[in-house]
């Protein structure tokens, strides 16, 4: 396509954050009423790109240019980049909950006269938008009584309202079932025609593959290629897939040689529903173990439900109706609590250490005893000496840089409060334990000292579960990996038999195994 | 065992452990403590300030021990407030509990003729029901503690003024004694003060020092980081100076040492263990600092939250019990704005009001200088409502201060 027709370029773009390139160099050009796929995995940096294109981070954080129909633009906040016409519609929905359809399409942009709001118009103009976008509620309707799918209506007419030119939408089908799915894949095309481009942001291949003009790829903060979607030849998910992933595997994983016992764990037919939206399955019909020593990877994109299995699992901290059978060393168990867990020597170290891990306002020592304080005291009370030596025992052993166990986890670095996590794991001595995103947001080296952490609590002979989003982990560090799609087990695969792309098939499965 | 004055809990935690590296370290290493710290420089600052504006009267002898009586139930309040609004909660009742209370523990004196101790213990059962009857709303059915407690300062107020129609008065000499009366001066007087007293004081500070003394043993037989020698000596003569002071001057006073301030040094060493070294002072920490998180570990916040409850009830009932005897009658109106004087000792103390942080030091602190304020504005004639302002005041400023600090901890 020619530049000529392009409504964005975004040339050379470079951001940095603390010790991290997010995004090096990267080019983005997107046509005239085109639909355009972005894709990666989770982490090459797609969501940055978005935030420098709204405005989040305004122009000057970052280097690079961005041009959009032509003139060059500077966006401070995304009030500047919303007034171009360009909106985005985020995976997390920002609509609220107790105002009507109406109030929320034209919240901050109230249809009003001197600061009286004129209802007619407001409810008028809301019906119009919605008939655009083919939702059939009342204006009035309370955005609460809606469901995920319907609100994502709402956001996009929002967006219309606003008189919208390019219109973003990051992972918007993740949450909708597929008769949602496909509404809104319809909705784009139908946009499309009347002139609005749209940029996609998907995991869901099969979605890019019917629906855009054109898709670039981008892995580790680079632009990989962008792919023509219809020219001569079709272009394949597995087109895609190579280059999402094509990259080697770098020596970045210390050895190990495993010795696998008997099996520790073992969860069958495991179903969970969503806590609030109790119609929608998250977890559907699961089963998988693991051995003592054995580490077990599950892999899987962003809402594949691997966490929501493993947290339901864990004294059924998430979901609700949820069915299935969970065996500990062959034996059925009973956990509906975290304290059940615990005592079953379940334990599981969330992937969002500062909203569920720790408490960022007490002490490293009080944080390595929190799940486990019974160990460390008698008739209820705290045998305090004890407890710093075990503090610091762990931070030495597993290398928490601080000069003492008395500083606050609030002060400390990610990969540093990762490890807090992990000791106060490992202090509850359980057997099976469950580690969320273990690396998540942390640098290199600290990396590779987690991944020797994990290695020598698999030949202390416990069960170790990885959920991991980045596929080189968990090939570099598990014996055996399961896929998750849609929350199925698509897939189980041996380490000797895997690689990124097999992966990317099963994770990218929809239900009928239609990504094959 | 006069240890109200005592900046550091008596037994030294762990957690004096700072490093000698660098001062910024000790600090991070210290966490909440430098902050106390601050805390107790105001107090000391506002008592020299209201020493010369009164000409020295804030410190007669019989000043201090009326102050102390005067105050007792702000601090038993606020030793029960501090742990409810650690664990992220309020309670806007205890003033009502207080009239409530106070109400059964003189109707079962006068009007049922209950020994007056046996009275003392019901008043605190009553207590203690009310603070479950809280907590279950709290705690298992999911009922934010504002609402909750909001609920219970109407009703037991209302059930206060049902209760006692007319003031009851005219109670036991023992009962009134708990409130005004002092210890024995069973041993006589050395150089005018009184014998008792002064040993009292002798022997807190001989805990204190000798608990010191041994922790810092231990840690250094475990081959821990150790408080530096200068810093350690430093405390430890001001802990002996500040008591020793403290209980010389109430050895001079008319009667010695109040029979309050016994229970209230009681309670203090009491609460500061549970808070520091149980297991359900860490689960409050821990439902406060992230409840997310303390669920994930496997608190049973629930059963914690109906303690906390059942707790701040029964040292209501406790504080009842001296505020009853204080005024020696019992009167519907008991208590009033009595939950705010704990609230505002457990803000001026250094409490967060998102929960997660607090102390019982922090809090008894906050009481007494709202204490002095008053004993000092009371002496200088400065009216009520001139009072309540300037409390105000202090109020907003000790938060906005320790808001700053900690903005400005955080941005370095």
Redesign the interface.
Known sequence: MADEDAILEMRGITKTFPGVTALHDVTLEVARAEVHAICGENGAGKSTLVKILSGVYPHGSYEGEILFEGEPCEFRTIRDSEERGIVIIHQELALSPYLSIAENIFLGNERAKRGVVDWTATNAQAAKLLARVGLSERPDTPVLDLGVGKQQLVEIAKALSKRVRLLILDEPTAALNDEDSSHLLDLLRSLQEEGITSILISHKLNEIEAIADRTTVIRDGRTIETLHMHDEVEVTEERIIRAMVGRSLDARFPERTPRIGDEALRIEDWTVHHPVDVGRVVVDGASLHVRRGEVVGLAGLMGAGRTELAMSV??R?YGSGISGRILKDGQEVRIV???D??RHGIA?A?EDRK?????????I??NV???A??KV?RW???D??Q???IA?QYRTSLGIKT??V???TG?LSGGNQQKVVLS?WIFADPDVLILDEPTRGIDVGAKYEIYTIINRLADEGKAVIVISSELPELLGICDRIYAFSAGRVTGEVAREDANQESLMHLMTMDKDGAAR | MSTMTTPTPPESPPQRTASTLSLRARMQGMGGNVRQYGILGALVVIVLLFQVLTDGKLLLPNNVASLVQQNAYVMILAIGMVMVIVAGHIDLSVGSVVAFVGAIVGLSMKELGLPWLLAVLLGLAVGAAVGAWQGYWVAYVGIPAFIVTLAGMLIFRGLAIVLVGVTVSGFPQPFVDISNGSLPNALGYVANGDVVTLLLGAATIAVIVTSQLRSRAALRREGLVLEPRLSFTIKLVLITVGIGAFAWILSQSARGTPIVLVIVGVLILVYTFVMGHTVFGRHIYAIGGNRQAAILSGVDTRRTNFWIFLNMGLLTGMAAVVTTSRAGASVAAAGQNYELDAIAACFIGGAAVTGGIGEISGAIIGALVMGVLNMGLSIMSVDTEGQQAIKGFVLLLAVAFDLVNKRRAGAG
């Open positions: 864990f004294g901290t609590s975290v304290g867990a615990i599981y969330t909203k569920y891990g720790l408490n960022l306002l007490d002490t020592r009080r005893s929190a799940s304080l019974g005291s209820g009370v705290v305090g000496r407890e710093v030596r610091e000069t003492t008395e500083t606050l002060k106060k």
